[in-house]
């Protein structure tokens, strides 16, 4: 692996993306690209295994709860139509945040993470710091809650511009857990745990009521060697699950297994949302549904703006397998209780090796492993 120093150390210097006209040292994953000879599936024409399952909320629930649950447990992932979310959220989300990324660097500087790797405001989220080189990528982390707090720092006059960015990510925020709560009720209802059975019904509430939700906007800027550089490197989802809204370029990769290849997620279908399988879910279901890598390739022509919204539980929660009434008898949990944070811990100082940090939380052996 090359060797050379990160670019700064919290996140919060800024690169001029739009000045560059070369991929400098401190972005060119050249060498770590070539370590990774999984060929890419091109979208147009992937074939029926691997064509990314699609996922109509409007299919009755019987069929659509089948087909997430097979998508969560063969894929990790899943594009997402028919969910109800009313087409001017999205587009309003996404104005606005292409609005952010366009300001001059000192208005997103002023919003820049703490030093210290402050877990909110503009800049490299302080996981991706322990790569060795930096991405192609603009970032900006906030709870939605806190958008009106956070964005101040941006817009200290707080005027009209600021006002019309805040209601935007707020009724994204809204829209985006309401459907949150009906998708984990959907998934639920596929692990055999929904509905009137108890201790069923019960987790589902806690879970559902205590849903936590952060908000990342990227912005991949157009990049004049995209095969040199990278948007966003492998990695899985660390929480229950996300949502991501994607701007019509592609650029989102899912990795398929055996054999290893990058597949593309189609970009056209508007409004679909991506659903992706957290780490905390797979916990969750004790491997029954798959957290998947996936990574963020960027392109010559166009900037690409996505905007995942990540669903987790609360920073007291223990997570530990939910063994389904339907788990074949005798079945043991495969995985240790962890709270987010103990598991954020775990995985820092995995982050940039090929080692998922299931393994340090693994008591048991699940069921399709090989060896
Ligand atoms: C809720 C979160 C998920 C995330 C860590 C974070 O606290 C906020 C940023 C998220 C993000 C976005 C880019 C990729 C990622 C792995 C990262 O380093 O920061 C994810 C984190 C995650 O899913 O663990
Ligand atoms: O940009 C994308 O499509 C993926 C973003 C992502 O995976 C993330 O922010 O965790
Ligand atoms: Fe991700």
Redesign the pocket.
């Known amino acids: 692996m090359p060797s050379s120093p990160p670019v700064d150390n919290n996140g919060a210097a800024y690169f001029d993306f739009r000045a560059a006209d070369r991929v400098p040292e401190s972005h060119a994953w050249t060498a770590l690209n070539e370590e990774d000879s999984a060929p890419v599936v091109a979208a147009a024409a992937a074939p029926g295994d691997d064509a990314v399952p699609v996922v109509d909320m409007r299919d009755g629930d019987t069929s659509a709860v089948a087909v997430a649950a097979r998508a969560a447990e063969e894929w990790g992932a899943f594009l997402l139509v028919g969910h109800g979310v009313p087409d001017d959220v999205l587009a309003r989300a996404e104005e606005q945040a292409a609005r952010l990324f366009a300001l001059p660097a000192a208005a997103k500087a002023r919003a820049a993470r703490r030093p210290g790797g402050s877990?909110t405001g503009y800049g490299v989220?302080?996981?991706?710091l322990r790569y060795p080189k930096r991405m192609w990528a603009e970032?900006y982390?906030f709870p939605p809650a806190a958008v009106r707090d956070e964005f101040h720092r941006v817009w200290p006059d707080a005027g009209d511009d600021y006002h019309r960015f805040c209601a935007a990510m707020e009724e994204y925020d809204a829209a985006m857990r309401a459907l949150g709560e009906r998708l984990l009720a959907m998934f639920f209802k596929a692990l055999g745990l929904a509905g009137d059975e108890v201790t069923g019904g019960e987790t589902e509430r806690k879970i559902r009521d205590t849903l936590t939700s952060?908000l990342?906007l990227?912005m991949y800027p157009k990049c004049p060697d995209p095969d040199r550089a990278i948007g966003?490197a492998a990695?899985?989802?660390?929480?229950f699950f996300?949502f991501i809204l994607q701007s019509p370029v592609p650029g989102l990769q899912l990795l398929r297994r055996r054999p290893d290849r990058w597949v593309t997620v189609p970009a056209g279908t508007p409004r679909a949302l991506i659903v992706v399988v957290?780490?905390l879910f797979h916990v969750l279901t004790n491997g029954r549904f798959h957290s998947v890598l996936h990574r963020a390739v960027v392109n010559w022509g166009s900037d690409r703006i996505s905007m995942?919204y990540?669903l987790?539980p609360p920073a007291d929660m223990k997570v530990a397998p939910l063994m389904a009434s339907g788990s074949p008898p005798g079945s043991k949990a495969v995985y240790q209780a962890v709270t987010w944070p103990e598991y954020?811990v775990m995985?820092e100082k995995l982050?940039g090796t090929n080692v998922s940090a299931l393994t340090m939380i693994r008591v048991a052996k699940e069921e399709d492993e090989e060896t």
């Open positions: 877990s989220p302080p996981y991706l970032g982390t952060t990342h990227n966003l990695h899985t989802d660390s929480g996300t957290g780490d995942p990540f987790g954020m995985r982050f």
